[in-house]
């Protein structure tokens, strides 16, 4: 295992003195990414569209929060609607204000999950989807970019999808397309930040994360060998936060970049909680 990867395991507290952003982050893969960091000595800044938890899913920003405080760092919580150029153009000044310095980790995890033939999907819905998968994170990224280059040193994470790629139907096609264009950024990015120190990359996983609101929306359709492990799905975006400068300008699959890089993957019981 790459020693800069292995470093920390919860104890060692390889993030610490580091500052992290991490969006969509009530619930599912954002908030056990933003439990993750802190766990490993980051100061986290989380984001969502709403501070309280939804009447139909569990988790929500304070409950996040509390978590993140619970290993002895600091978590700010900023309420913002992703899909508002004029909100979200806030969010890497906020965070950076209230964790008291610039971000190091930004890991782009919110997305809209929207589903429809594509003959059908209204302009609003295509709108959402663009600007919550795509728009939002390059905008996110551009506001934190700065900073990281002058530091000569910084992670950028996006969640993407499979579906960038292809899917089992076409009601999945606008939603695939929001994320292939995040992944075209995602290399653009890297390509041009070559050198500087700065990593970019993009992660999806191997097979559905059942996540609180994927659990909602696929119910028990899918079979045991569709699922992937919500520990998984951390534990390669967490290596991405930590990577070396070599690890850039990748699409990685969550499994695939285990393999690669010889991590374990914790059970749930080793998890911070």
């Not at 986290?44 to 978590?67: K, M, W």
């Not at 959402?128 to 040193?153: C, F, K, S, V």
Request: proline share 4%.
């Amino acid at each position: 295992m790459n020693d800069r990867l292995a470093r920390g395991r919860f104890e060692g507290r390889r993030f610490g003195g580091r500052r992290a952003l991490v969006t969509g982050a009530s619930r599912g893969i954002g908030a056990a990414t933003a439990v993750r960091l802190a766990a490993d000595g980051a100061d986290v800044a989380i984001v969502a569209r709403t501070r309280a938890a939804h009447d139909h899913l569990a988790g929500s920003l304070d409950e996040t929060a509390a978590r993140i405080e619970a290993h002895g760092v600091r978590a700010a919580v900023i309420v913002a609607d992703l899909a508002d150029e004029r909100d979200r153009a806030r969010i890497v000044s906020d965070a950076a204000a209230r964790l008291a310095g610039p971000i190091d980790v930004l890991v782009n995890n919110a997305a809209a999950a929207m589903y429809a033939p594509v003959a059908e999907m209204s302009l609003k819905r295509r709108r959402i989807l663009l600007e919550l998968n795509t728009l939002a994170p390059l905008d996110i990224a551009q506001g934190a970019l700065p900073a990281m280059i002058e530091r000569g040193e910084g992670w950028i994470v996006n969640l993407t999808s499979a579906a960038a790629r292809s899917g089992p139907s076409s009601t999945m096609a606008l939603y695939g397309a929001s994320k292939a264009a995040l992944n075209r950024i995602t290399i653009g990015l890297a390509q041009e930040l070559a050198g500087s120190g700065v990593r970019v990359n993009a992660i999806e996983p191997r097979a559905a994360v059942l996540t609180e609101g994927a659990a909602a929306l696929l119910g028990d359709s899918l079979r045991a060998d569709q699922i992937e492990s919500l520990e998984a799905m951390v534990e390669a975006t967490v290596a991405l936060c930590d990577c070396p400068p070599a690890l850039t300008g990748r699409l990685c699959v969550s499994l695939d970049l285990i393999a690669e890089l010889g991590l374990t993957v914790p059970d749930p019981d080793e998890l911070p909680s």
